[in-house]
């Protein structure tokens, strides 16, 4: 039964009945704090319920959260110097702080209020608990409703819809970003209740963590995580239904090159003035004084110039940045009851990417290649990923496509929807949605052009190998780290190297022949096969490329046999230099380190054909690092009552006091998620702290 209705129902009677959450009274607000540092937020109304998770992620990342508010204000060198200095230019220079205090003044009454309560429990926080936070930190306060928007938009237009690396590099590059996502209808379940995987992958650090939370107020029940900083959740479920988002390879930020005449550009034959403001940006130095530079930044009709070569100049157009509801329509999203109600609010298009992969309790699954897709008059989805001419009208948005007109999928045939960062063509199989059907440019057309081609070709493989699923099969699958690529390559690399190699050569072969072809922590070969790969990778893994004929059995075959035992034979003997052995397990050279944690890594590279996904870079002590990958998780069953188990890998929190730094990395070493506790008793049962307010 659910524990709360709405806050006030005004009868036609015009009398006024209040409604509350049993037990707790009208003015008071609670945090319950289970014991894996998750916060439980029970508040009579929505203000209560923002200021009091502002106040709970402050005690989580308190720290973190100042230095990346000071970040979005471009003013981290003003705070703490000349490292910062490069962060606050390209923050004054696509207009984050300026844009952010104009969506402030577009947002609601209501949504205003909410921004408000959200950053004052921040300050509240701080204030109540000097001690937690750094000093020099304190400098960022009073943190403020546009700074929570400026936040919001740094990072989701400026660091996954573009970011400075493709910036630097004028063309659009691999994200750092990925996902895996299902949603299975109950036709596919042993329970007849349609199930939910959310599992985004990012990297373990700054604004790319997530927050784990529940949110009750009237008329809200909502569990699930957001991205440290943000007042709303971003991947959740509530009584009714949920969702999860992945990166999808939508365009939604080009680069035009304009022809400069001085000051000028051309445009449509015309000699256009380019617009120019300055930027002060201050920078503060060891001795406590400062210095301050003075930057202009550079407006054509296309966009902001971001960089410029003698009389030419190239200017960055960015999708929605004129649409600043984004965090109001992820509110929405928690509130809907029905999949109506739901698309309802998507149709919104308020949030400039990302696809969504929807599941509720009436069994229905869905997916949308959600965003703002420009509408353009030419070319393709590679065509626009690169430098467009910028002396034409005939190259300029200025629309975008409708939700009506979005690759969208509702109860396909298969049972089972899926996303891996990968075309929308292959969210089902075979397809429900074709290339040919939609605009060339909407995204790629083939499989072949993505990077994570085998991770995608796992997920379908995973979930096509059995009839029925359960709860629990499904989550055994997620921890699933086999390698795809070994069924394509490993024989053919095992005989060949036996046949033609050195000694240690054929001891290497000999070794991968006894390994599980899995990257669990006891796997043995593993270290050796995915640093072969990963240096064969640059060279030319595959003879046979991905073909649109053979969808999911390609790229396959080696492409040259001598390279790849030569290479063998170069890796297996720094193996055997750098460990002792060459069957050194997995998780005695990799390792995933989180404060005082440092346990044995279990999982792999998506691009190797892992779902269970790790991304990995080496470190002094001679071994490799968990960086990347795998973040949060969470798996939902809509039975009733729900059942759902999550994981937040890297625990709920980064200050330095906390004990929930890294302590949920062990349950994902053995390939496990925890229960959630979403219903109140279970809570107190489990319960670390409660706070009343």
């Known amino acids: 039964m659910k524990k709360f209705i709405a806050i006030l129902l005004t009868t036609i009677l015009g009398i006024s009945l209040i409604f509350t959450i049993p037990g707790l009274s009208r003015n008071t607000t609670e945090i319950l704090w289970d014991t894996w540092g ?7 109304d ?5 200021k009091a998770f502002g106040w709970s992620q402050t005690k989580s990342h308190g ?36 844009r952010a205090k104009k969506w402030y003044a577009e947002q609601t009454p209501e949504m205003q209020e909410y921004l408000d309560s959200f950053a004052q429990g921040i300050n509240d926080y701080v ?13 960022v306060l009073p943190i403020t409703g546009t700074d929570i928007l400026a936040h919001f938009q740094r990072v989701i237009y400026f660091h996954f819809l573009t970011n400075p690396n493709n910036i630097r590099a004028l063309k659009n590059l691999p994200t750092e970003a990925g996902s895996n996502a299902w949603a299975i209808a109950g036709k596919k379940t042993v329970n007849n209740h349609s199930i939910l995987l959310a599992n985004p992958h990012l990297p373990w650090k700054d604004f790319y963590l997530w927050y784990e939370a529940q949110l009750t107020a009237p ?11 943000m007042p709303v959740l971003a991947v959740a479920f509530n009584d009714d239904l949920g969702w999860t988002v992945t990166v999808n390879p939508i365009d939604g930020a080009d680069i035009y ?9 051309l445009f449509d034959e015309e000699s256009k003035p380019l617009k120019q403001e300055m930027e002060n940006i201050k920078v503060r130095q060891k001795n406590g004084n400062f210095t301050e530079l003075q930057i202009g930044v550079k407006q054509s009709t296309q966009g902001v110039i971001i960089e410029q070569k003698r009389d030419i100049g190239y200017a960055l157009k960015v999708a929605g940045l004129e649409r600043s509801q984004g965090l109001q329509q992820l509110w929405q999203m928690g509130k809907a009851k029905n999949l109506g109600e739901f698309e309802t609010i998507l149709k919104q298009l308020q949030l400039p990417l990302f696809n969504v992969i929807y599941s509720d309790k009436q069994d229905n699954i869905m997916y949308v290649f959600n965003g703002l897709i420009p509408v353009r008059s030419q070319g393709n989805w590679e065509n626009w990923g690169g430098i467009i001419a910028g002396d034409t009208s005939e190259t300029l ?11 969208r999928i509702i109860n396909p045939e298969s049972g089972w929807l899926q996303n891996t960062n990968d075309p929308p063509w292959t969210s089902t199989n075979p397809p429900s949605l074709k290339a040919e059907d939609f605009p060339p440019y909407f995204a790629p057309q083939y499989l072949g052009q993505v990077t994570d081609i085998l991770r995608s070709q796992r997920s379908i493989q995973l979930l096509t190998d059995s009839d029925k699923l359960t709860l629990e099969d499904v989550i055994n699958k997620k921890f699933s780290s086999k390698l795809l690529i070994t069924d394509r390559l490993l024989d053919i690399l095992i005989s060949t190297t036996k046949a033609l190699a050195n000694p240690i050569g054929i001891e290497a072969a000999e070794v991968l022949e006894k390994w599980d072809r899995q990257t669990n922590p006891d796997s043995r070969g593993a270290v050796l096969f995915v640093l072969w790969s990963t ?3 640059s060279k030319g893994l595959f003879s046979k490329p991905w073909n649109p004929q053979t969808p999911l059995e390609t790229p396959t075959g080696l492409a040259d046999i001598n390279t790849a035992v030569a290479v063998l034979e170069g890796i297996a003997a720094q193996v055997k230099l750098l460990y002792g052995s060459l069957d050194v397990a997995w998780g005695d050279v990799v390792r995933m380190r989180v404060g005082e944690q440092d346990i044995p890594a279990r999982g792999g590279p998506g691009k190797l054909g892992s779902f269970q996904v790790l991304g990995i870079q080496a470190t002094p002590d001679k071994k490799f690092q968990v960086i990347s990958g795998d973040s949060f998780m969470m798996a939902v069953e809509f039975s009733d009552p729900i059942k759902a188990q999550g994981l937040t890998v890297y625990g709920n929190a980064t200050q330095s006091n906390s004990s929930h730094r890294g302590d949920q990395l062990s349950l994902y070493g053995e390939g496990k998620m925890r229960p959630i506790w979403r219903d109140r008793s279970l809570v107190e049962e489990h319960l670390e702290l409660k706070e009343t307010f």
């Not at 998750?38 to 009579?44: E, G, R, T, V």
């Not at 959260?65 to 606050?88: F, H, Q, V």
């Not at 204030?127 to 400098?139: G, M, T």
């Not at 090159?257 to 550009?265: A, F, P, S, T, V």
């Open 397 to 407: 948005w200025k629309d975008y496509h409708q939700y009506e007109e979005l690759p």
């Open 38 to 44: 998750i916060p439980h937020i029970y508040a009579q």
């Open 63 to 98: 720290n973190l959260l100042l230095k990346l508010y000071a970040e979005a204000r471009g003013k981290a060198a003003e705070y703490w110097g000349i490292n910062y200095l490069e962060s606050d230019q390209y923050i004054r220079t696509m207009g984050i702080p300026k």
């Open 46 to 50: 929505n203000t209560k319920l923002f």
């Open 219 to 229: 008329g809200i029940n909502v569990y699930g995580a957001t991205l440290v900083g």
């Open 127 to 139: 204030q109540q608990h000097p001690d937690e936070i750094a000093e020099d930190l304190k400098i």
């Open 257 to 265: 090159q304009l022809k400069l005449e001085g000051e000028n550009y």
């Open 535 to 537: 240096t064969l990778e």
